[in-house]
């Protein structure tokens, strides 16, 4: 007869998390170089001297890196992970009998002082600052790019502007709804008991989604529209760091302005300027151009943004040449344009509200010209628009024929695998938080935890071989 075994439960345990943590695990790269020893001081003014002890804010931090590193989106399904993962457990410095947060007490903490306090920013700058000690930013060259998110929002659901005004009569709004209107008052004051104007910066008529209505309404990426934002980068060159990130509407002037913050904000945080900033066609107009060149003295490696060439057939700009000393254009016949033909009592300036000046060549001159035909065929005389930046787009063109330029074209698919991997590894391709501080909040832990790849892939050694470098 065969008998049955008895098992008997082992009463005693030795069991270390450590030991069970592959040494070429990715979570063992990221502990290397994540540094936060000062979170606790920087967020203490957030948390109350009394009452019940709240969730340690290290491991909050803690699980959310794991969540953007090894792309769980979900905070409920993080939460199961941390709590069934060996390697998580060891990275959130958890034993095996400590509780993991509830996904509710979670969310309501990230969502809560940790926004208030700006902490997502001090540890993506924490984690900046290690990549710098360990030799990984140079300063030299910067790239920027940018690229769009569709945001937690229905495509099919949209109100008109107009409604915008109907919204503070509501008792219950959302925080994404509450955080538009403000944002709308600060750009807009409306005095005390003056009637509610429907107003809007980029579109005053277009429709806006009731529960983003940061986001924007978009259809860049081609296809059909939706509503999205889009993640700004700055990054170094040398190793493609993440210098700074900035969470934008989805079109093109924020996203173009957004270039001037992250710059001086690097250079006012961690004071590094670069020589040289490298950009695709829409980093090339007059203004940003004018202010790299004549106030940063960067040297922009940046397509010039350039509208001037016609498609008549008719002489284009580049066919007059600048006389700088006399100030005005002269044309292939040999006629100078002028933007004054005389002298005024008060002197003035002649730019326009568009930061041009007028050069215009004399009536007398184009009426028996042999080449008005294809120079003016539809005015009485010629007249050029000359930006006041032209000096720095001048820069521009002679950078984009050296060398130096063409390597700066190479470089800049940096920033463009970055944000592949952003959206295919780190599955970050739609937002979960809603409104503009939402898309900053993952924003900046997606940029966090790719320079801690990138840390952890390019400096921590493998099996005694240096570490393949990849994103």
């Given amino acids: 007869m065969m008998g049955q075994g008895t098992a008997q439960d082992q009463l005693f345990y030795a069991f270390n998390l ?60 993080l939460c199961e992970e ?13 034993g095996l009998e400590d ?69 503070r009569q509501g008792t219950q709004c959302s925080r994404a709804v509450r955080e538009y209107l403000e ?26 989604s009731p529960t983003d209505p940061a986001a924007q309404w978009t259809a860049a990426p081609g296809g059909p529209a939706f509503y999205a934002y889009s993640t700004n980068y700055l990054i170094d060159l040398s190793a493609g760091i993440i ?28 004071d590094i300027k670069p020589r040289r900033l490298v950009g695709d066609t829409a980093y090339g107009t007059a203004p940003l151009l004018g202010w790299m060149v004549e106030d940063k003295q960067i040297e922009p490696h940046v397509p010039v943004w350039d509208k001037t060439a016609r498609k008549d057939g008719s002489l284009s700009i580049g066919e007059f040449e600048w006389e700088p000393e006399r100030n005005e254009y002269v044309c292939p016949e040999g006629h100078a344009l002028r933007n004054e033909r005389r002298r005024f009592t008060i002197p003035r300036s002649h730019v326009t509200k568009a930061d041009t000046v007028i050069y215009r060549a004399s009536q007398s001159d184009c009426v028996g010209c042999a080449m008005k035909d294809r120079c003016c065929p539809n005015t009485p005389f010629r007249k050029i ?17 050296t060398p130096e330029y063409s390597q700066s074209r190479r470089d800049r698919k940096k920033v463009e695998m970055l944000f592949a991997h952003l959206k295919r590894i780190m599955k ?37 071989h240096a570490a393949v470098k990849s994103v």
């Fill in 99 to 167: 509780k993991v947060p509830d996904h509710s007490t979670f969310s309501k903490n990230r969502h809560g002082r940790f926004r208030q306090s700006n902490a997502f920013r001090f540890v993506f700058e924490a984690v900046l600052h290690r990549c710098m000690t360990e030799g990984l930013v140079q300063g030299e060259g910067f790239a920027i790019d940018a690229s769009v998110i569709k945001a937690d929002a229905n495509r099919a659901r949209n109100v008109p502007a107009s409604e915008v005004a109907q919204w």
């Fill in 385 to 401: 628009a000359r930006s006041v930046h032209e000096g720095a787009r001048e820069t521009a063109r002679s950078i984009a024929r």
């Fill in 243 to 270: 210098m700074d990130v900035e969470a934008t509407p989805a079109h093109r002037t924020p996203e173009v302005d957004s270039t001037r913050t992250m710059i001086d904000r690097v250079e006012e945080r961690f």
């Fill in 183 to 208: 944002a709308l008052d600060a750009t807009n004051p409306v005095a005390d008991g003056a009637p509610e104007v429907p107003h809007d910066t980029q579109a005053p008529s277009r429709n806006i």
């Fill in 82 to 94: 941390v709590h069934l993962h060996l390697a998580y457990r060891w990275f959130c410095r958890l």
């Fill in 428 to 464: 970050l391709d739609r937002l979960r938080l809603r409104g503009l501080s939402g898309a900053q909040d993952e924003f900046l832990l997606a940029a966090t935890a790719q320079n801690l790849r990138r840390m952890a892939k390019w400096l921590m050694p493998i099996e005694g």
């Fill in 18 to 77: 450590d030991d069970h943590v592959p040494r070429d695990h990715l979570l063992r790269g990221v502990d290397r170089f994540l540094d936060l020893s000062e979170l606790r001081q920087h967020l203490a003014p957030f948390y109350s001297h009394t009452g019940r002890p709240s969730i340690d804010p290290e491991l909050m931090i803690r699980m959310l890196v794991i969540g953007y590193c090894l792309g769980i989106r979900s905070e409920r399904r």
